[in-house]
């Protein structure tokens, strides 16, 4: 069995501990799969969950970091969306207030 978080105070950079696609185990420095755990709960982006580590049985905390990207350079190049607001007319535009 692995010391309390042996491979963690060995590593030279602790960012191996960070920002994995799996957790890994800071005692044994193992990777926990999630898939073979069916630890899906951690995707519930819920930080401070404890997990055993299936290699050296011990206990740690994992938490689930969580970020978003957005693309916009698949876009329809036509001449109908190349400029907006092209098709509005003033009667578009105006507001009727109740008048007819």
């Known amino acids: 069995m692995a010391k309390h978080l042996e491979a963690l105070k060995a590593s030279k950079n602790s960012i191996e501990f960070w920002g994995n696609a799996q957790p890994k185990c800071p005692h044994c420095g193992s990777d926990f799969d999630i898939e073979l755990n069916e ?9 401070g969950i404890s997990v055993d580590c299936l290699t050296c049985e011990r206990e740690f905390s994992v938490e689930t970091r969580c970020s978003y990207t957005f693309s916009t350079d698949d876009q329809e190049d036509d001449e ?9 007319t003033s009667a578009d535009c105006r507001s009727t207030g109740g008048e007819k």
């Not at 630890?39 to 930080?47: E, G, T, V």
């Open 39 to 47: 630890a899906y709960y951690l995707y519930d982006n819920i930080s």
């Open 80 to 88: 109908e969306n190349a400029e907006p607001g092209a098709e509005l």
